[in-house]
C-alpha cells in the first residue's frame, strides 16, 4: 500500500497508508482524542471522520473545544436528527433538505396537514429520544444509479431531484443516523449522542416553496437553533425575545408610523407618525450634504431601457427591475422603460449636460433617489426589506488625484453623521479587486493605494476583505452594531472609472483634452426604510427627542386644567416642540401607560396644583421619576432639544 505524509498543527508529520481515516489518525494519536474527536480539518476543508485521505495532507483533528466546526456539525446533526424524529411521528410526509442557517438549521417539509406549535413539542421529544439512543452515524458513497433507485423505491421524490442536480464528479455520500437515511455531502458526528440534548430547540414553522420557485410545490419549514451547551442556548433565548420586544414591525404598530398591505407588496404606505420620522431624518441629511459640498439633483424614476442597456444593468439587474410597456403613439412596436433600481447612469447625465472643466471637480452630486427592485415575496421584511426604497444617494465626479481625499472627507462625513443618530463607532472593511475585473494592474494598484491610504489618514481600523471589490473598482462598506450586537451594513464609498467610460462622461483636463472622470458611489444611510427600521430596533422605539415624531404630550388631570394644558401646547408649538394635548375624561395613568407604550419621550401631567403655580410635572420615557417645572423652563429647554443635531 502507498504511503502519503500527514502534517500536523504544530509542524510535525508523520508516514502513514493511503486510504486511512481522520478518524484512525485520532485513534493512533491516542485514545482519549479518539473519544473525543468529532471532524477534522483537512487541507483546510471540513471532514468527516470517515472519510479516506489518500494524499499528502495538512490533518488537525477537532473535538467540541473547537467551536466553528463544532457547531456546525451540531446543527447539521440535528437538522437530520429532526427529519428522523418528524417521519417517525408521520411516516407519510416526505423529506427535502436541511442546511445549517445562522444560529441553527431548518428543514423543509412536504406535508398536507400544518405543524401545530404542539407538533414541535413532540418532534422535540422524538429526537431527544434518537439522541439519547446514542445512534452510530455512517456514510457510504453508492454509484449514482443505486442511490437513484433506493429514493425511488422509498417515494422520495424530492431526494430523486436533489440527486439529478449534484455535478457528475461529486461523490454520491448516502448517510445513516441510526437506521434513518439521508443524502448529504457531509461530515457528521460519529454518534446522535454526541448532540447536546439540552442545548436546541425548534423555534418555529413557515412556509417555503421547493427550491424557493414559486411555480414549485409548497412545503413547510421548520426552524431550530442549537449551540454547545445550554447556557449558550439561553444567552440566545433572551437574545430572541429581547429582539422580538425592539421589531421594528411591532414598534411601528404601537407608533402608529406604516402599514404595509397585499395590494402593494413591498410598498410602505407611511402614516403621519412615520412619515414625521422620514422627513425629519431627509431635512437632517439635505442640511448636512449642503454643508458637505453637495448639489442636489432629482431624476425621473421611469427610464428608457436604452440608458439601462448601455450602462449595462439591462443585461446584469434585469432579473430585479420593474419592466414599463408603452403604447408610444406611432411608434411601431412598444417602448419598453424600467423604474430605476439605482440612481448612478441618470447622475451621469446630468454630468454630461454641458462642458465640465477640471475646475469643476470634485462635483459632488446628491439625490433623495426613488427607487424600486424587485424582490421574491419570501425576502421581503417590513420596512427594512422592501421592493420601494429611497436612498440617500451621492456621486462624486472627481480625478484620479482627487480619490484619497474625497474617501476620506466622506469617511469623516459619515462618522459624524452617525454619531449624530447615535451610532459612535462604525467598522470598515475594504473589499480589494476580484479576479473577475476590468482596468489595468496599474490602474487598480493607483486607487487601493488611494483607498488604504484614506482609511488610515483617519486613525480607523479596518479589516481587508480580498476580492469582494466590484468588478469595476475597490470599495468600503461600512457596518454598524446595534444595542444588542447585531451588525447592519449600512454605508459604502465605491470607485467607479467604467460607468463614466460607457456613458460618455469627460470634463476639459489642464491640458484642453478630454479626460474620463471617475464616479465614486456613496451613501451614509443607503435606503431611507432600512435606517428607519435601524433606527427604530436599535432604540427599542426610544427615539432620539429630535427624531421622536410624537415629542410632547400633555395630559390633564381634570378638566379644570383643560384651558392651561392648550395654553402649554400653544408655548410648546410656537418653540418648534412636536406637542399635542390629551384632555379626554381618562385617569392620568391610563394616559401615560397609553402614550408609553407608542414611545412618546415626554408626557406632562398638569392638575390644579400646576394650573395654580404655572408649572407642569415632567415624566420622561422609562423614568419612574417625575418633576415639577416651569413652564417657562420646560419650554426652553425641550425647545433646545428638539433642535436636531446640526442646528445645536
Not at 494524499?55 to 477537532?62: E, K
Not at 476620506?408 to 452617525?418: N, S
Not at 381634570?558 to 400653544?570: F, G, L, N, P
Request: hydrophobic content about 35%; charged content about 30%; proline content about 5%.
Amino acid at each position: 500500500m502507498s504511503q502519503i505524509t500527514l502534517t500536523f498543527p504544530d509542524g510535525n508529520s508523520r508516514s502513514v497508508d493511503a486510504g486511512i481515516t481522520p478518524g484512525q489518525v485520532a485513534a493512533d494519536i491516542s485514545k482519549s482524542l479518539s473519544k473525543k474527536a468529532i471532524s477534522a480539518t483537512v487541507n483546510g476543508a471540513h471532514w468527516d471522520l470517515a472519510w479516506p485521505i489518500d494524499d499528502d495532507a495538512s490533518i488537525a483533528i477537532n473535538t467540541m473545544q473547537d467551536e466553528e466546526p463544532a457547531l456546525e456539525l451540531i446543527r447539521h446533526d440535528l437538522a437530520h436528527i429532526m427529519a428522523r424524529a418528524v417521519q417517525a411521528i408521520w411516516p407519510d410526509v416526505k423529506v427535502t433538505i436541511g442546511p445549517v442557517r445562522d444560529f441553527g438549521w431548518f428543514y423543509d417539509f412536504d406535508r398536507e396537514e400544518p405543524f401545530t406549535p404542539e407538533d414541535l413539542g413532540a418532534i422535540e421529544a422524538e429526537m431527544k429520544k434518537i439522541i439519547n439512543s446514542r445512534a452510530p452515524v455512517r456514510t457510504e458513497v453508492w454509484p449514482r444509479d443505486k442511490a437513484r433507485q433506493h429514493y425511488v423505491d422509498t417515494n422520495e421524490p424530492y431526494k430523486v431531484e436533489l440527486l439529478d442536480r449534484i455535478p457528475g464528479d461529486e461523490p454520491i455520500r448516502m448517510y445513516w443516523h441510526g437506521d434513518w437515511q439521508d443524502l448529504c455531502r457531509g461530515p457528521h458526528l460519529q454518534n446522535t449522542g454526541q448532540v447536546p440534548a439540552d442545548a436546541f430547540k425548534l423555534t418555529r414553522v413557515s412556509s417555503a416553496y421547493w427550491l424557493g420557485d414559486n411555480t414549485r410545490p409548497q412545503l413547510q419549514r421548520i426552524y431550530g437553533i442549537a449551540f454547545r451547551n445550554r447556557e449558550d442556548l439561553k444567552k440566545h433565548l433572551q437574545f430572541l425575545e429581547e429582539a422580538e420586544a425592539r421589531d421594528h414591525r411591532r414598534l411601528g404598530r404601537d407608533m402608529d408610523l406604516y402599514h404595509m398591505q397585499e395590494e402593494a407588496p413591498g410598498q410602505v404606505f407611511w402614516h403621519p407618525n412615520g412619515w414625521t420620522i422620514y422627513t425629519t431624518l431627509q431635512d437632517y441629511m439635505r442640511r448636512r450634504q449642503r454643508a458637505g459640498g453637495y448639489v442636489e439633483v432629482n431624476t425621473p424614476q421611469v427610464v428608457d431601457r436604452k440608458l439601462w442597456e448601455a450602462s449595462g444593468h439591462w443585461d446584469k439587474y434585469q432579473d430585479h427591475m420593474f419592466i414599463v410597456e408603452v403604447d408610444e403613439e406611432h411608434a411601431r412596436e412598444k417602448a419598453i422603460n424600467a423604474l430605476k433600481p439605482m440612481n448612478c447612469p441618470c447622475h451621469v447625465q446630468v454630468f454630461n449636460q454641458g462642458l465640465k472643466s477640471y475646475r469643476d471637480l470634485p462635483l459632488r452630486m446628491a439625490e433623495f433617489g426613488s427607487c424600486s427592485r424587485y424582490e421574491p415575496s419570501g425576502a421581503l421584511h417590513g420596512i427594512m426589506r422592501v421592493r420601494g426604497f429611497t436612498q440617500d444617494d451621492g456621486h462624486i465626479f472627481c480625478t484620479e488625484d482627487q480619490i484619497e481625499e474625497e474617501c476620506a472627507r466622506f469617511i469623516e462625513f459619515l462618522a459624524e453623521t452617525y454619531r449624530d443618530l447615535g451610532f459612535e463607532s462604525f467598522d470598515i472593511a475594504f473589499a480589494t479587486r476580484p479576479e473577475k475585473r476590468v482596468g489595468s494592474d496599474e490602474s487598480w494598484d493607483h486607487v487601493e493605494g488611494a483607498l488604504e491610504a484614506a482609511i488610515k489618514s483617519t486613525g480607523n481600523a479596518y479589516r481587508v476583505e480580498e476580492g469582494d471589490g466590484a468588478f469595476y473598482g475597490p470599495k468600503l462598506d461600512f457596518y454598524l452594531t446595534d444595542a444588542i450586537g447585531r451588525v447592519w451594513q449600512c454605508g459604502t464609498f465605491q470607485v467607479d472609472p467604467n460607468l463614466p467610460e460607457r456613458l460618455g462622461a469627460t470634463y476639459i483636463a489642464e491640458d484642453s483634452a478630454k479626460h474620463r472622470p471617475y464616479m465614486l458611489h456613496r451613501a451614509t444611510l443607503g435606503s431611507f426604510e432600512r435606517f428607519i427600521g435601524i433606527l427604530i430596533e436599535n432604540s427599542a422605539g426610544k427615539l432620539p427627542f429630535w427624531l421622536a415624531p410624537r415629542q410632547v404630550v400633555v395630559a390633564s388631570i381634570v378638566s379644570e386644567a383643560d384651558d392651561y394644558v392648550q395654553e402649554v401646547v400653544a408655548a410648546l408649538t410656537k418653540a418648534g416642540i412636536r406637542a399635542e394635548a390629551d384632555i379626554r375624561n381618562e385617569k392620568i395613568n391610563y394616559k401615560v401607560r397609553e402614550h408609553s407604550l407608542a414611545k412618546v419621550p415626554v408626557i406632562l401631567a398638569i392638575g390644579r396644583k400646576e394650573v395654580e403655580d404655572r408649572t407642569v410635572t415632567l415624566r420622561r420615557l422609562g423614568e419612574k421619576t417625575t418633576r415639577v417645572i416651569a413652564l417657562e423652563t420646560v419650554v426652553a429647554d425641550l425647545g433646545a432639544e428638539a433642535k436636531a443635531p446640526d442646528q445645536r
